[in-house]
């Protein structure tokens, strides 16, 4: 482990925002099956209530629209899910988008106190997610509006300032070759930082993206929001949170990730 922490990279989606993916994922297919669909759906295991928040949470998160996509379909045994991945993510991304636009999503209070924490500790700020909507989400979330809410002062935090103002590198919704578990796009945002991977640590809800981390060496901080410490703890998280709030950060200054508790 390092000294100290220089970087910090943060996932998106179920990290600093409550985003409406799943909704979209779970809507965008219910369509097609009840529409386009219905004459294989029989042929699948799909059903309204099989598509479980823990079908995303494995299955899917973290990865690029179309992967995802075509993870989903071939978990339900859909046919020619390859093929059908296309019109799938496409259905999704027209249900995102409407939702991005009428605001239904959130920041998560505790998510914004510890980046601008992290921030404030002179740690560089980066956001790593495979989502292509994420830096819509970033640019709606108003920091000088939360700060003046939660009583906080920043310096770098001027008026008008988005998540996205205060972002030292952002490699959100590019296209890598490779999606999570493999970790070109965290082992890209340390690079852009300026940092080697040993001097950053990752906040990731999903598996696959702890398993991203730890495959490019660097620190993984499991954000269980979903019930799901197991699969974080599986995917050898160096620890498991179900708030940011709970994250020490007199241990981040050493180089250490610990619960407030510990210490």
């Given amino acids: 482990m390092t000294t100290s922490f220089r970087g910090a990279i943060f996932d998106v989606d179920g990290v600093l925002v409550d985003s409406p993916h799943e909704q979209a994922w779970r809507d965008g297919l219910r369509e097609l099956m009840e529409n386009e669909w219905k004459d294989i759906r029989d042929q ?3 059903s309204p209530e099989a598509f479980t928040p ?25 046919p020619d899910a390859e093929k059908r991945a296309i019109e799938y993510g496409e259905s999704k991304q027209k249900m995102i988008v409407e939702l991005i636009e009428t605001s239904q999503f959130y920041a998560y209070p505790d998510a914004l106190r510890f980046i601008l924490s992290v921030k404030g500790a002179g740690i560089k700020i980066a956001a790593a997610s495979s989502s292509k909507n994420a830096n819509d ?30 972002l030292d590198t952002n490699v959100s ?31 990731e809800d999903a598996a696959n993206g702890v398993q991203a981390a730890k495959a490019g060496n660097m620190a993984a901080l499991g954000l269980a929001r979903a019930n799901d410490e197991a699969l974080l703890e599986e995917a050898d998280a160096d620890i498991v949170v179900t708030s940011l709030d709970d994250v020490s950060l007199d241990a981040l200054a050493e180089g250490r990730l610990e619960p407030m508790s510990v210490g």
Wanted: hydrophobic letters at 40%.
């Fill in 54 to 78: 823990e079908v995303y949470q494995t299955v899917m998160s973290g990865m690029p629209r179309y992967a995802g996509a075509q993870a989903a379909l071939e978990y339900f045994g859909v």
């Fill in 44 to 46: 699948t295991s799909w």
């Fill in 137 to 166: 989400f970033l640019v709606r979330v108003r920091l000088d509006e939360f700060c003046a809410k939660e009583g906080l002062e920043y310096e770098f935090v001027e008026e008008g300032y988005t998540l996205l103002d205060i």
């Fill in 173 to 203: 919704g590019r296209d890598f070759e490779e999606g999570k578990p493999h970790p070109m796009i965290f082992l890209t945002a340390a690079e852009e930082l300026g940092l080697t991977p040993g001097e950053c640590f990752v906040v």
